[in-house]
């Protein structure tokens, strides 16, 4: 018999929230019982669940009293204070904020990279950061293979990443731009329709954003390389779903186009798109809506002694997120 | 008294051919007489250029008798047919494609960067591919400053460089997708509304795009730095207008923040908007219009001995063709 487990949703009608439901039921996880918890002003929203309507129910001090698996995706603040409750309250805790992802007593997750490390856990697991998880699910494979130094990368983020307003701001400042209408801007410092931003998340003092040095920091974490180094720019761009990066990336050992090809090839959880010359090659709407990542654009690269160009898409809420927090709950 | 030329201007109907009047016309270039020619196509058409309505005239082996100065930006074969019979006809002619680009006894110039090369020319001046002319005019500066190496770098670029077909093509696609009805797919081989694409003009036999090399190649010659490397990624994005460049540069001599804002703040053709606090970076929005690139998300590098990484937004359709063919033309 196999055991079933009481899960809680936190941020349950969330972009994120919605997606992990859609994993849960997908990949059969095994519910004995399952509450959707979330912020005042979404409780009582009905979302359908395994033929049933669920409703939401206010997230409180005492909501994780029995629970076995909570899955937190309602943003730093809501993490930092209920996360903890949660894990005294006895729940192993499966986290999507950025909150816990450096404390050293928290793993910080990718299963296909670095699934051991779910073991040493004391209640809480980070998920990682969604463009950090779309990169390393290509770069990975290739450090088996070569051992990474550093990677130069550029990021095109879709909106998604930023929630359900964005998802509305960029609907909404199309129509404008088309009926000719002023655009108003809300959830970015500027206009994201028909143009393209480089920030996402805020400014540290030297000059990057969190989020660009969450691809070097959390990737040494993941790949157990505390000397591995990532200069990133981070750029919002107007598409729904699925993140993509281009990434230049140095390697110790000699690359070859082959041997890059065939380790990406059975790499788990992503697939291979890569015959430009027929126009094969991975783009966010091919991405959208899928468990695996894609890369291409397979090259060796012209500006370092040992490195090899490549470009990656994912869809940042699956393998970003919701679907990589499901996997973790499966290694549980 | 000043002089005053017999201009030829073809491609006339064209995305920069209509930049190119505009450009003539505030620069208050001294122009006797002006042709628009163009394809059998969009002969006929009537163009407003200082109060008068031109005519577009068909392009012929005879068009370009008594003409002092030709602009060319009608595509690579109309350049590769008529470029040498407008020369031999006594013109002078400032091409716009990338036929004679890398041929030694046509200069290719960017006025604020190597104009005095214009001076060995044989009747052909080749004006640079709109990315590369949008970086440099940030990476030229800190060169000087610096002693730039190699650089990694990958492009946002707007649809307008691909022509009026490229802009119509995404209007069209945004409305399809918003009124749910299939997105038709004609000018690129994927969908561009709400998605970007890795692929910016044809593929070369290494995996890199003839875009992505022309960064490097045409730098080359610009800067006259024959050692200088580029890694690139070149990326189509639903931006209507203004290309940009996320870049990681390595250099020689000690790089400082402070001497890299001083040299780019007194670039000739160059704004620096750089208080990313205040959200305060280039957009392709904020560049579309206008004549001067800007520069933005000034960082030492992480990933890089002695780097800096910056961010430029550019309207390619000035600085990258119409602007630097007139302000060639000045030169002359």
Not at 152 to 161: C, D, E, I, P, T
Not at 234 to 260: G, M, N, Q, T
């Amino acid at each position: 018999m196999q055991k079933s487990y009481d899960i809680a949703v936190v941020g349950a009608s969330g972009a994120v929230g919605i997606e992990l439901l859609d994993v849960l039921h997908r990949r059969s996880f095994p519910i004995s019982k399952i509450s959707l918890l979330a912020s005042a002003r979404s409780t009582g929203k009905r979302i359908p669940f395994r033929g049933q309507n669920l409703t939401v129910e206010k997230l409180k001090e005492s909501s994780f009293s029995g629970v076995d698996i909570a899955f937190f995706s309602a943003g730093g603040e809501v993490s930092r204070r209920f996360v903890p409750l949660a894990r005294d309250a006895g729940a192993i805790v499966i986290d999507n904020s950025s909150v816990f992802r450096m404390q050293p007593d928290v793993p910080l997750v990718i299963p296909e990279i670095n699934g051991g490390d779910v073991a040493a856990h004391h209640g809480i697991i980070a998920n990682p950061n969604c463009t950090t998880a779309v990169a390393l699910m290509a770069l990975y494979p290739l450090h088996l293979a070569f051992t990474v130094r550093r990677i130069f990368a550029a990021s095109y983020q879709a909106v998604s990443g930023s929630g359900a307003r964005a998802i509305a701001e960029l609907q909404q400042q199309v129509r404008a731009a088309q009926d000719g209408r002023a655009v108003e801007v809300e959830v970015y410092p500027h206009p994201i329709a028909f143009n393209v931003l480089p920030q996402v998340d805020s400014f540290l003092s030297d000059g990057y954003t969190k989020e660009e040095m969450k691809l070097q920091n959390e990737s040494r974490r993941i790949m157990h390389l505390p000397e591995f180094r990532a200069s990133v720019t981070c750029v919002r761009v107007p598409v729904y779903r699925a993140h993509s990066v281009a990434i230049s990336a140095e390697f110790e050992k000699l690359v070859s186009l082959d041997k890059a090809r065939q380790v990406l090839a059975k790499a788990p959880g992503l697939d291979v798109l890569d015959d430009p010359q027929h126009a094969v090659y991975p783009t966010p709407l091919q991405a959208a809506g899928r468990d695996n990542c894609q890369v291409g654009r397979l090259r060796i690269d012209s500006a370092l002694e040992n490195g090899l160009a490549f470009w990656v898409s994912g869809d940042q809420l699956l393998k970003g997120a919701a679907l990589n927090a499901v996997q973790i709950a499966e290694l549980l």
